[in-house]
């Protein structure tokens, strides 16, 4: 057995030379972070996790976390794969650990407030404490000013940090202000401060030397974990278990007397919960944090200043002062078009104005009076045309050259319009662009102008009637046909090539209304894929088959359904790195976030979605143009100069479920699915050989912390959580750029109580169909059987009834002898049986495996009597497998419980009777230290892979009468909770480990 | 989900309510007792309650030993002190100490109050803010134990019963192990009124012996490592002249039991 990766919380980063060194488990990993890449992972404790670094100038790293401790040279580090000959253990825990200032020696700090002081090899120079003062530390850090200057500075868990002297062994200051525990407390560099941050959710700046608190910075939302002091002590970074990192600058008043923490800036940067590490390099103006999602997160500090050219804003004050020429009395911006060389605007007077972006002046372009009071500014500003239209139905088209020249101007009035409201445009082929006009009466036909690109000439006109209820907010052309979105989650689709005055309707989408973005995306199996996304923040992958659609019926598929975290969603594209990027606004911001890998690309404060806005591509990112207040602001949304993330995380909480894509592989490795504590449900893939990840998806369809989630067949997916919520999803993997995933079915629901939770499920599929039973327990010791129809995509109730009054944790459908039998495990430590043959519409068919429709009548049944039970555990049985295939008339079944044990019951099924005898047992009393959280059988159900609460993964012999070790190795996942295992064409296993992180291990025996 | 909105569907938690009990916890004590009995000794007479707010484990031992002794003559020489950070409101039959238990101090005043006679039974159902970081919240986990076990070594008789919350992570068995020192017998409880999706459990130390030539003294200027140096294994800095390297230490699973009987309430249901 052997690890292979390890995904998991990232507790300590720290910046030195061109790298980052993380502190990752039990590694410690070492990036490039201007090329993002990973130069080396070394394994540097057994079983600890590294929770601090230090790194000397003359170039040795000092790695610590719980009582290990290891110091090599940084070139160890990069390397080796293992130091692990340098691991020492100490008898307490380690609170912080770092080198003397000239190197040589090193202090540890423990949680007892003892420093024990070394030399690089090891050797003990001596041991410092402070008389009294010997209870437990939450927190702490060493201050080396000089070779005879240390202090230390410990966090207590009564709200006091305590600063002493390290030589003198002297109390220098108890720092009283403070409420709860001290999670983090630290020293200026320049001796004139020290930082804390606590329980309470404030930071604290003290002055050392006096010992007086100076100023409290209130502003996050719950605990606070780290700090530093970063630009010459001027400025304070701070990460919380409220997923932000925040920057405060430390004001000092002109005479020097009052000082005070602002917070300048706030970063979402990581997930669900806690960010534990932080540094900042101070040169580049960077931040790097890791999080209990495992993601290594970069954050550019100064991104909208960076070349001091990605803001700017304009009055009209200022515009008109620059023009030289007089504005009207309320003269104002209607509309824009940002362009490569700069921004076309108009004005409420029909003022053309160019906003030149690099010799940074205005000029009026032209001047037309039709296009005053209503005007709509749209263009296409790849091919460097710009749009204007009036509610008039005249059109004025403008094309600059790549230097912002007017090289052609056209203009048209365009017949048949009662008033025109709407104009959208949109890139046709290469060699045209295809312009809407849009009334606001319903009677009104829409009108679409196919335009030539270089001389603007109108090359062709289409008019098609108006559906009922359509009003356009966005437009796609692909080949011979435009697709409207509309509100009411309506799309349109016209057939220019066609005959069809009617377009094709898709009505009701999603749940939301306004559709904001319908682009196309790839081409899978000759049909196109658009990505539609709709303001209340649903988004879609659709298929169409558009050749056989007709007015009368469109033939589309859902390919993928979710929902963005928050906010109004406005738009989306996938970027060049095949990530799914969205935009949108939330409160009174406009965001960019990175679907794919779950973080924000930036916010800015816009004011909010009322606003007028566009974000434009200018070929070397996105310009956001906006008015806010009258003034005319701009943002450039350029690629980071440093990559975003060094490492993409998984889940920020507790994975409770893990089900590999078994039937084929993907892209040298295998899909699967997460489901986690953090209430979603994750697609990703791994790598066979390296155990690398890859996110695609994030589904947030559940609202309750998941239980369980299991690949059913080769694209079905079930899972299932509090509130009765258990989803079937529908996994499309032809795509070769990634595969997709929408919700096909909901399971009703019989109660509104919250806490009533779906404990797990099985099925037994119907031969050649995606037809099955489903049976689903409940933590209200309720025990439902139903079927999926998949021709209607329904579940209909056959079989409720109740066990007792506890929780049923699992349950699995078993056929041995053409009976199907019901087997679920309850809290109390018992194997309960149902025989459930003659309960259900269905038989089995001969090989047991599927089932058959028997025609018998569809109605809801009450559950019969267990036919046997038996105790086998002494309380809750948390995970069991089955194996009915490899005896006849057999079904072995394999329990692990609350109680640290393991067993194997073997049930026969008596031929005439068809009862069931429970003929022997194994029963491991101490398979475990701890909780039995996962067991699964593999390698064709002759071992056994168990995961325990300890860390430890074990794996049995099955084959003969009693449970056999054969192998046990930690894991350096925490809360391990749950495996999932596969089997490789050359038969090798690999299997996945899942708790606080995920591990990829691969098994030969 | 908030932690409190769950607990108020629990039927602990009514059943709590309905008996005049401060918390749903008093459930844990009651069936760790159904199967070891150690409240129904007639000559239990000092216990001390650590970490002991709001108190129900303290209603409990105070019904145990005073209300439902049929022997009232039996109760002159009883004395149950619970101690806790937090105030306490009052118990009847309960001297209640607001004190941190980690505190050398908090012992002399034990000690104060039983007229230096020993304890016969102490518990401890003390538990740390939990911080996320799981082997920090395991770890001081074990701190608050050990603590607690430190005050008991000084108080505690000759075959007197220790018991204590845990959470059965990774390291619980270095923890077993540890414990295997002082007492002759070490279970492992889960009680039903416990969750059964927290790690939660409680250790059950009975027949206190300490190691013959180990005499436990309180000191304000050792670490509780320090204190147990001599009783169990672990080695502190000082003695050294090398930093240790990492060894294996001794595990030990303890014997894992039940309490509180299948037929009574199951804390994973939903009613
Ligand atoms: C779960 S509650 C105890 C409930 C109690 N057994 C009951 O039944 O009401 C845990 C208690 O441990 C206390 N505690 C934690 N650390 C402590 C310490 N160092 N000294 C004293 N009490 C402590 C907390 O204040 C908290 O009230």
């Given amino acids: 057995m052997k690890e292979i990766s390890h995904h998991g919380p990232g507790l300590c980063v720290k910046f030195y030379d061109e790298f980052v060194y993380a502190g990752y488990g039990p590694y410690i990993e070492q990036y490039n972070y201007k090329s993002g890449e990973l130069i080396n992972r070394c394994r540097v404790f057994r079983k600890n996790k590294v929770h601090g670094i230090s790194i000397s100038s003359n170039g040795y790293i000092l790695a610590y976390g719980a009582r290990s401790a290891a110091v090599c040279s940084l070139s160890d580090i990069s390397d080796n794969v293992s130091i692990l000959q340098e691991e020492r253990l100490l008898a307490e825990w380690i609170t912080c650990g770092e080198f003397s200032a000239d190197g040589n020696k090193v202090f540890l700090l423990t949680c007892y407030n003892k420093v024990i002081i070394s030399d690089i090899i090891g050797t003990i120079i001596g041991v410092k404490t402070i008389k009294g003062e010997r209870s437990i530390l939450y927190s702490g850090s060493i201050k080396p000013f000089s070779d005879e200057l240390v202090y230390i500075s410990a966090g207590t868990v009564m709200g006091g940090v305590l600063v002493w002297n390290l030589y003198e062994e002297s109390i220098v200051h108890n720092l009283k202000g403070h409420e709860g525990s001290i999670f983090y407390s630290t020293i200026s560099d320049n001796g004139k401060y020290l930082a804390s941050c606590s329980d309470d959710r404030s930071i604290r700046l003290w002055d050392l030397k006096t ?10 939302t719950a605990r606070i974990w780290n700090l530093k002091f970063f630009q010459d002590d001027r400025k304070i970074i701070s990460v919380s278990e409220d997923c932000t990192c925040r920057v405060w600058d430390i004001i000092v008043d002109e005479d020097g007397k009052s000082v005070l923490l602002q917070q300048s800036n706030i970063y979402e940067v990581h997930q669900i919960k806690n960010v534990w590490g932080v540094d900042v390099n101070s040169d580049h103006m960077i931040a ?25 804003s304009f009055s009209i004050q200022k515009i008109q002062d620059e023009l030289d020429i007089p504005f009207e009395k309320g003269e104002i911006i209607k509309g824009f078009q940002w362009f490569s060389f700069g921004l076309i605007a108009v004005t409420s007077f ?49 094309r600059f050259d790549a230097v912002g020249n007017l090289q052609l101007s056209s203009d048209y009035n365009i017949k048949g319009l009662k008033k025109s409201t709407n104009c959208l445009v949109s890139i046709f082929d290469r060699k045209s662009i295809i312009l809407l006009l849009e009334s606001p009466n319903p009677r009104d036909r829409l009108i679409f102008l196919k335009i030539d690109n270089y001389n603007l000439d109108i090359l062709q006109e289409f008019r098609f009637n108006r559906p009922d209820n359509f009003v356009t907010t966005c437009m796609e052309a692909f080949e011979d046909y435009i697709l409207l979105g509309s509100r009411f989650s309506t799309i349109g689709i016209f057939n220019l090539k066609g005959s069809d005055v009617d377009p094709y309707l898709i009505r009701k989408l999603t749940p939301g209304d306004t559709i904001t973005s319908v682009s196309f995306v790839e081409i899978e199996k000759k049909l196109p894929i658009f990505s539609v996304t709709n303001r209340d923040g649903y988004f879609n992958f659709i298929t169409i ?43 009174s911001l406009f965001y960019m976030y990175n679907e794919t890998n779950c973080y924000e690309i930036m916010s800015e404060p816009c004011g909010g979605a009322h606003r007028q806005w566009n974000l434009f591509p200018d070929g070397r990112g996105f310009v956001l143009v906006y008015i806010k207040a009258s003034d005319l602001h701009y943002r450039k949304i350029r690629e980071p100069r440093f990559p975003a993330v060094l490492k993409n995380g998984l889940h920020g909480r507790e994975i409770r479920d893990i089900s590999i894509l078994k039937s084929q592989p993907y892209k040298n490795g295998y899909l699967f699915c997460t489901a986690s504590e953090d209430t979603t449900v994750r697609l990703s893939h791994f790598d066979q050989d390296t155990g690398d990840i890859t996110n695609y998806w994030l589904q947030r369809k ?31 993997q032809d795509s070769s750029s990634r595969p997709y995933i929408s919700t096909r079915a909901t399971l009703p629901t019989s109660s509104d109580i919250p806490d009533l939770r779906i404990m797990d499920f099985d099925v037994k599929f119907l031969l050649n169909s995606d037809s099955f039973l489903l049976a689903t327990v409940y933590s209200d010791s309720v025990i439902k059987v139903w079927s999926f129809d998949e021709a209607t995509n329904k579940f209909a109730l056959l079989i409720e009834g109740r066990y007792e009054t506890c929780c049923l944790l699992n349950v699995k459908l078993e056929s041995v002898a ?47 009597n267990y036919i046997t039970k038996f105790l086998v555990h002494q309380s809750g049985i948390k995970t069991f497998c089955t194996d009915s295939e490899s005896l006849p008339r057999t079904i072995k079944i394999f329990t692990g419980g609350d109680d640290n044990a393991i067993a194997m019951n073997i049930l026969k099924v008596d031929a005439d009777s068809l009862g069931i005898i429970s003929s022997s047992s194994s029963f491991i009393e101490d398979a475990a230290s701890s909780t039995i959280t996962s067991i699964s059988l593999f390698d064709k159900n002759r071992k056994l892979m168990m995961t325990s609460v300890d860390q430890l993964v074990k794996v049995w012999d099955v084959t003969g009468d009693d449970l056999v070790p054969i192998d046990k190795r930690y894991t350096t996942i925490a809360d391990t909770g749950s495996l999932d295992v596969v089997t490789l064409e050359d038969s090798s296993t690999l299997s996945l480990i899942g708790g606080v992180g995920i591990s990829l291990w691969k098994l030969a025996f | 989900m908030g932690k409190s909105s769950k607990d108020k569907r629990d039927l602990y938690y009514r059943k709590a309510k309905e008996q005049g009990y401060r918390a749903r916890s008093a459930f844990k004590l009651l069936q760790l007792n159904e199967q070891f009995h150690f409240l129904d000794d007639p000559n239990l007479k000092r216990v001390v309650d650590l970490c002991a707010a709001p108190g129900s484990w303290s209603q409990v031992l105070s019904r145990k030993l ?16 619970a101690v806790d950070l937090q105030p306490m409101s009052p118990i009847d039959n309960v001297i209640t100490l607001q004190a941190d238990i980690t505190h050398p101090k908090t012992l002399a005043k034990i000690l104060e109050l039983f007229g230096n006679e020993k304890a016969d039974f102490v518990c401890s159902d003390g538990a740390p803010d939990v911080t996320g970081l799981h082997d920090l919240d395991e770890y001081v986990q074990q701190q608050l134990i050990m603590s607690a076990l430190q005050l008991t070594t000084c108080i505690l008789k000759t075959g007197g019963t220790f018991i204590a919350k845990i959470f059965r992570g990774r390291d619980i068995d270095l923890l077993y192990s540890q414990l295997g020192f002082l007492f002759k017998r070490v279970i492992c409880a889960k009680p039903r009124s416990s969750r059964g999706t927290s790690l939660e459990a409680f250790i059950v130390c009975m027949d206190y012996s300490p190691p013959k030539n180990w005499f436990p003294e309180l000191d304000v200027n050792k670490s509780v490592t320090e204190f147990f140096e001599g009783c169990m294994v672990t080695k502190d800095e000082s003695s050294n002249d090398i930093l240790p390297a990492w060894v294996e230490e001794d595990r030990v699973i303890a014997e894992f039991m039940s309490c509180g009987g299948l037929d009574s309430y199951d804390s994973d249901a939903t009613y």
Wanted: charged share 25%; with cysteine.
């Fill in chain 1, 211 to 220: 010992g007086a608190e100076l100023t409290i910075g209130w502003g996050h």
């Fill in chain 1, 288 to 312: 790097v944090t890791s999080g209990n999602d495992g993601r290594l997160k970069i954050t550019d500090l100064i991104q909208t200043s960076r070349t001091g050219k990605e803001t700017g």
């Fill in chain 1, 350 to 398: 029909g003022k053309i104005l160019k906003y030149g972006d690099v010799n940074k002046k205005w000029t009026l372009e032209l001047e037309d009076k039709r296009f005053s009071s209503f005007v709509i500014v749209s263009g296409i500003s790849s091919k460097n045309i710009a749009i204007f239209m009036n509610n008039k139905a005249d059109i004025l088209l403008l």
């Fill in chain 1, 545 to 587: 088959d558009l050749k056989r659609s007709s007015c009368k019926r469109v033939h589309f598929s859902v390919l993928h359904s979710n929902k963005v975290s928050k906010g109004f969603l406005e738009g989306a594209y996938i970027d060049d790195k095949n990530q799914y990027i969205t935009y949108g606004f939330k409160s």
């Fill in chain 1, 702 to 732: 559940h609202v309750s912390g998941l239980q369980r989630c299991k690949f059913i067949n080769h694209h079905l997916m079930i899972s299932c959580s509090a509130r009765e919520e258990l989803f079937l999803w529908d996994i499309d």
């Fill in chain 1, 818 to 864: 053409k009976q199907l039998y019901l087997i679920t495990t309850p809290t109390d430590g018992h194997v309960v049986v149902y025989n459930i043959t003659d309960y259900i519409p269905y038989e089995l068919a001969d090989n047991f495996q599927f089932l058959l429709e028997n025609f018998n009548e569809c109605k809801t049944l009450p559950l019969p």
């Fill in chain 2, 66 to 81: 005073f209300t439902e002794d049929p022997d009232k003559e039996n109760t002159k020489d009883k004395k149950i002190i």
